[in-house]
């Protein structure tokens, strides 16, 4: 009977939960699903890429690889390299996504996670360059998305930062005499992260209920999204929200403040990972 | 480019909130934006743009809205509507759209990093800042519908 009226009524469905402040798969409004992540190539398995890390918030699956390539850099930017972020949207993950160019949510995802890299700073792109107005360092960060359960933009942040701890860049020197770049594959630094940012997105619901980290079936029942992004001095690199039901400034600093303490709890679980990866 | 669709998207939900689409079942709500110049706060100049070409059009809304941009500065002061040079110069860009109806919040987008209390001010000032904004609407309302 209530695979019926889930069916028929999916928003007064969820209003009854709501009114006993939980959601139907039993997490508390403020609760965040399991989230796991395995980085590397021993346990993410993407042999090919510098840096690839896999996180898994609930269902959501979201998997980032980077690769690293040589670049000259822009003219007018010589001693900066690039960080191109690519989000991706497969047909495999959602019924919603079609196969054909991406559309209008990759594309808008793959403009936040640039944003929130450049709003932080977790990378300067003065450290990729090697040689001033001659050589320097791209990183393709692509973000792929293999099972589409909601909170994609938390999902995709997670995912990058920890692909980009796991990154070890080789070391590259100019040959005075040739002019030409040599790669050093057995000596291999690893990329200096300066910010660790973290999101948290709720869902709005009825204009007054904040719940965080919203399944699809939730997105799609909400008035509107927030995301915020802050690091680890708490400021905030990002403030996201697009449209949706109004909300007071007192709700967002809510938002914010739930935000923070995710941040702690998100930083202690990838300081636990990448201990538990390095060779000692 | 994916610019472009980002702002679209942050256009078409802002817009999605206020217009009561209820009353207009079957139909498509059109709102095309043509950027004629770009001298800085770009987003909140379309946010008004649009939301006075939905009053034009006269679609049923449930509040007006209005875009504010605030600049924070390198000493820490508080800009509103920079131009493009006191963007680029600026620690970070925040971008408002406050709605008529108690001054909520319908959309924000930041550019750069700020602190807490630093965004929460710039909010209070593009609070402050809707009130003008909405005056020169009543304005323009009435200036347009006083010649015919």
Redo the contacts between chains.
Sequence with gaps: LSICFRTVEPLEYYRRFLKENCRPDGRELGEFRTTTVNIGKCLCSITTADGSALVKLGNTTVICGVKAELAAPAADSANKGYIVPNVELPSLCAERFRSGPPGEEAQAASQFIADVIENSQMIVKDDLCIASGKLAWVLYCDIICLDYDGNLLDASVFALLAALKNVQLPLVTINEETGLSEVNLKQKNPLIIRKHPVATSFAVFDDTLLIVDPTAEEEDLATGTVTIVTDEEGRLCSVHKPGGSPLTGAKLQDCITRAITRHKEVKKLIDKVIKSITPK | G??E??R??????????VVLGVLHPRTAISLVLQVLSDAGSLLSCCLNAACVALLDAGLPLA?LFCGVTCALQPDGSILLDPTARQEQEAR?V?TF?I?S??R?????????????EE??QC??AA?RAADTIFQFYRNSVRRRYSKS
């Design positions: 994916v610019m669709r980002s679209e998207q942050l256009l078409r939900q802002t817009c999605e909130a509040a970070a925040l759209a709605a109806s108690e909520k919040v319908l959309m924000a987008n930041t550019k750069g990093s700020c602190s807490v965004m929460q909010l209070a609070q």
